[in-house]
């Protein structure tokens, strides 16, 4: 779940055939993110895996400059601020313009052009109109557009646009000892590909228009009931459209197959109406000095079209106990439920139904301490078990994919139940100035398991993984890197075989491995940032130097094709030819503010 100053963020990326790669706020107007895992409260709903908030900035009367235009390599940007009312209200305004196909010509092979752009607009107003009474309007708006064209043996074309607007209005009120946060929020996706594509084994068509529509309201209170205890509840409502136009037509080659091939030709045309009801409550109590309980649950009911009903409850229980001056001892427990949005039909997949909520029991057992010199170490242990698990699709070889759904790889997983445990250790230094950083180590496992499979190893799933960022903060200069490692993603292997086809001729074929059982090799990649600034007149200008993948490590990501050699005798041999994730991308940028 993705929240931005209150209102749940329906798309919070920008291509979404590519899997989300980029945010659809500008990370300059963000002030501050929390980001849970574990151990969420009973007043987060819908989502299993995590919570995001971000905060945008708000300008203040006392800031030095109040505006900023910057370009780099990827992009052009500009925004502006200011207050009013003695201080009391304030307004800010963004827009963002991306051209990484500029960057993208850079690193892809000649015979194939990839255009992605996009652009967002960001802006909202406030006014306090006195200590407990804050109210304030937000709108965000994002389009971008993916185009894809081949010249090689493997043609392929594909354009895709996406565009989003979010509307939202947030009030915070105070009654005695009661708060009160409420908000509510109007959203629209349009999603709309068109691609066609063909190689060695496939080809396919795809024609799709996706239009979205939500209107939620959510109101979280809190009463102060004594010193030492604090009841929190509230409830959300939400109604959402979906309209659905899409089909599929082309074929797999399969030699199997009577006819040599596998026919792929369905479509849908849908419109549809859901919405979802949920309330919450939860008491938090200081049981002795160094003691903090909270226990609280959530009810939430969800509807869709044909009558179709689900109602779940989900417990939660979390406690903080302090050990001395410097420790923390963590425990959370909770059930988790996520359901399946009126937007996230798999129609791609030829399946139009709806299916009841995914469940996830979670455990976490964590230890803070924290030393001199802004140093503190945290270890954190988890446990979480998934049922109520719904299908889904992978494409077993090659992940990233503009028409994955018409891939010969594509597999449909029914999962019975999942399961996910590991443990993580994070070394932190804070500090304003000089040097500060971070280090953790993880190790985790993260497996499901189906009727004919047993347990197999989830596609995202890093056995061992080490990340870390270190930053070293003068008067003018900045500099930071990061590095991240982990054990190589699963994957599925393929081998040769002779086989005897219906009219009795022997042919080789391709066999497919079983699923997730190999591994490709490990990633690792280290980024740099370079910054300074320099006052210029009434304003501040600054430059930076940014490289990602510093050292043009090839980090294997899925495989791009294979196909059968002669080898010259009259036999033939499997070639397998793999791909990398991006190489080394140097940018460089630069921001005036005044």
């Not at 055939?17 to 980029?22: F, R, S």
């Not at 077993?396 to 443990?423: C, S």
């Amino acid at each position: 779940m993705l929240r931005i100053d209150g209102a749940e963020i329906h798309n919070g990326f920008h291509f979404r055939d590519l899997d989300g790669a980029l945010s659809v706020l500008d990370t300059n107007l963000v002030d501050s993110i929390d980001f849970s895992t574990g151990g969420m409260t009973a007043k987060y709903g819908d989502y299993m895996s995590g919570v995001v908030e971000m905060r945008t900035r708000r300008p203040r009367v006392d800031d030095e400059y109040r505006s900023a235009a910057g370009i780099s390599f990827v992009s052009a940007y500009g925004r502006t601020g200011g207050n009013f009312s003695e201080g009391r209200g304030g307004w800010l305004a963004s827009v963002r313009r991306g051209y990484l196909d500029v960057v993208m010509e850079r690193v892809q092979d000649d015979d194939e052009q990839i255009t992605p752009r996009y652009t967002d607009v960001f802006a909202s107003v406030f006014h306090d109109f006195g200590e407990r009474t804050s109210l304030a309007a937000h709108v965000l708006l994002g389009e971008d557009d993916l185009k894809l064209a081949s010249t090689d043996e493997d043609e392929i074309d594909s354009a895709g646009d996406g565009r989003a607007a979010h509307l939202w209005l947030t009030l915070d009120h105070g009654f005695g000892d009661l708060q009160s946060h409420s908000v509510l929020s109007t959203s629209t996706l349009e999603q709309t590909r068109d691609s066609s594509g063909s190689d060695e084994q496939r080809t396919g068509d795809v024609d799709a228009d996706f239009d979205f529509r939500f209107l939620d309201f959510r109101s979280d209170w809190s009463w102060q009931a004594t010193d030492r205890q604090v009841i929190d509840f509230g409830m959300n409502a939400g109604r959402a459209h979906a309209d659905y136009d899409y089909s599929l037509t082309g074929f797999i080659i399969a030699p199997l197959e009577p006819s040599g091939v596998r026919d792929l030709a369905y479509a849908h045309d849908l419109d549809l109406t859901g919405s979802k009801l949920g309330f919450h409550g939860a008491w938090r109590g200081r049981i002795t000095r160094d003691l903090i309980i909270e226990a609280g649950a959530r009810w939430d009911s969800y509807r869709y079209p044909d009558n179709l009903e689900f109602n779940v409850l989900s417990p939660r229980l979390n406690v903080v106990h302090g050990l001395g001056e410097r420790g923390e001892l963590r425990l959370a427990w909770g059930v988790l439920h996520q359901p399946q949005g009126l937007h996230e039909l798999q129609v791609e997949d030829d399946l139009a139904r709806f299916f009841r909520p995914e469940r996830v029991d979670q455990s976490v057992l964590g230890y803070t301490h924290r030393f001199d010199h802004g140093l503190s170490a945290r270890v954190d242990v988890y446990r979480k078990r998934y049922t109520h698990l719904r299908p889904r699709f992978e494409n077993a070889l090659d992940p990233v994919q503009l028409i994955p759904e018409g891939a010969v790889d594509r597999v449909r997983i029914d999962a019975t139940t999942a399961r996910a445990d590991g443990v993580e250790l994070t070394v932190r230094r804070e500090a304003e100035h000089g040097f500060a950083g971070w280090a953790s180590v993880a190790f985790a496992r993260t497996e499901e398991k189906t009727a004919d499979e047993g347990w197999v190893p989830r596609l995202w799933e890093q056995r061992r993984s080490l990340s870390m960022g270190l930053s070293w903060t003068g008067a003018r200069w900045n500099l930071n890197v990061a590095g991240l490692y982990h054990s190589g993603a699963p994957t599925t292997r393929l081998g040769q075989a002779s086989i005897m086809l219906p009219d009795g001729e022997i042919a080789d074929v391709i066999t497919v491995g079983p699923r997730n059982r190999a591994r490709l090799g490990p990633y690792a990649r280290i980024d740099l940032r370079a910054s300074r600034s320099v006052p210029l007149g009434s304003g501040r200008f600054s430059y930076y130097l940014e490289v990602t993948n510093l050292l043009n490590r090839g980090n294997p990501c899925c495989m791009e094709s294979y196909y059968f050699e002669d080898r010259g005798d009259g036999r033939l041999r499997l070639q397998l030819e793999e791909t990398d994730w991006l190489p080394m991308l140097p940018s460089f940028g630069f921001q005036f503010e005044f």
